[in-house]
T-cell receptor, first 114, second 118 residues
């Protein structure tokens, strides 16, 4: 158990819908990363937050957005869902911004868009 | 941009034998970190081993060791005395070494599926 929690574990929804994935980092970790794992694209970095502020963006679609709240939990919002958005979404946390620190992965949320 | 390549989509090893998974990467940076992650059927991402590019000594964690060749940009994982529980997807990953900047994300290869035969 990495100490990172993600809810829900599984999510099934229809095209065009909007969903919110939630991540609670390890106690004390300030940095949160979101990754998408799909059959087509493999594991891709989406976005990073540090202490409530967006720090870096990867291959994140405009239909996707995220935020980190004062209690440091983070949410990834996916809207106008398409079949291709079906994937496993991971959240990872680390203590600081610096790359010296490890990233600890949550168990992931499996999103299925039908 | 940095890239990570794993040229072996699938590998197989007999229980108790040794197997080596290959990884190459491309970067213009001189300071970075390399990782091997294991993803069993449970889908949990588990850090297996980490290597700092500035360290010449190859990292070792119990039965897992790496062969880090900085000039060749090669980073292979050796699993000794393979066990049934080692069966999983293995991902090689790169991360820039950066202090106080903005980029700390991992860049992953496509993965190698390792099967362990009893």
């Amino acid at each position: 158990d990495s100490g990172v929690t993600q809810t829900p574990k599984h999510l099934i929804t229809a095209t065009g819908q909007r969903v919110t994935l939630r991540c609670s980092p390890r106690s004390g970790d300030l940095s949160v990363y979101w990754y998408q794992q799909s059959l087509d694209q493999g594991l891709q970095f989406l976005i990073q937050y540090y202490n409530g502020e967006e720090r870096a963006k990867g291959n994140i679609l405009e239909r996707f957005s995220a935020q980190q709240f004062p209690d440091l939990h983070s949410e990834l919002n996916l809207s106008s869902l398409e079949l291709g958005d079906s994937a496993l979404y991971f959240c990872a946390s680390s203590p600081r911004r610096d790359s010296h620190y490890e990233q600890y992965f949550g168990p992931g949320t499996r999103l299925t868009v039908t | 941009a940095q890239t990570v390549t794993q040229s072996q989509p699938e590998m197989s090893v007999q229980e108790a034998e040794t197997v080596t998974l290959s990884c190459t990467y491309d970067t213009s940076e001189s300071d970075y970190y390399l990782f091997w992650y294991k993803q069993p059927p449970s889908r949990q991402m588990i850090l297996v081993i980490r290597q700092e590019a500035y360290k010449q000594q190859n990292a070792t964690e119990n039965r897992f060791s790496v062969n880090f060749q900085k000039a060749a940009k090669s980073f292979s994982l050796k699993i000794s005395d393979s066990q049934l529980g080692d069966a999983a997807m293995y991902f090689c990953a790169y991360r820039s070494a950066w202090y106080g900047g903005s980029q700390g994300n991992l860049i992953f290869g496509k993965g190698t599926k390792l099967s362990v035969k009893p």
